[in-house]
């Protein structure tokens, strides 16, 4: 059994439903799953995964309700962290998902260990991203390591 931190940028809340249904196979699978609306480091458990799941605003920019907790990683070391990242975005923009690059880049250079590759959900081909991200948990969660 494994313990998730799910952290969420949202503005429009299509990445709080895919949240949620992460969170849902993660309990399925006898795991334990936090989700962080409102990301703040120190709530976070840093022997915890950190699962961020984020879209992206602005141009290329991260959500505002997670550029706070992007700012405390950068300040941070963070090596005891292990991570991954769902992206959602929009592939007519050419920065496509780069809010979800951002944050893989900078919790990297914190020092936390990405163990599984990212997912980036272009939401003109996945109208219901949840589908996407659960099939990619679900192949990740087969993975002897975590269980
Ligand atoms: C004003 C605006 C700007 C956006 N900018 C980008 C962008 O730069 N890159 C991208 O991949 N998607 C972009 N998108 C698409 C969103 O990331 C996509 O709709 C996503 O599903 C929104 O998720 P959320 O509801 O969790 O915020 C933008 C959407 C809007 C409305």
């Known amino acids: 059994m494994a313990t998730f931190e799910i952290i969420v940028g949202s503005v429009l809340g299509a990445s709080e439903y895919v949240a949620d249904a ?6 399925a699978h006898q795991h334990k799953a936090r989700i962080h609306l409102q990301p703040d480091i120190n709530d976070l458990d840093q ?5 961020v799941c984020t879209s992206t605003h602005g141009a290329g920019d991260l959500p505002d309700n997670i550029q ?6 950068q300040q941070r070391a963070l090596d005891s962290v292990k991570f ?3 992206g959602l975005g929009d592939s007519s ?8 690059v951002q944050i893989e880049n900078i919790l990297k250079k914190a020092g936390a260990v990405f163990i599984q590759p990212a997912v980036h959900i272009d939401v003109l081909v996945h109208p219901i991203p949840e589908d996407l991200a659960v ?3 679900e192949e990740w969660l087969s993975d002897p390591q975590l269980n």
């Open 22 to 27: 992460l969170e849902g196979v993660l309990v």
């Open 47 to 51: 022997t915890a995964i950190w699962l």
């Open 68 to 73: 706070r907790f992007a700012r405390q990683c």
């Open 84 to 86: 991954s990242v769902v």
């Open 93 to 100: 923009y050419d920065t496509f998902c780069n809010g979800a």
């Open 135 to 137: 099939k990619w948990l």
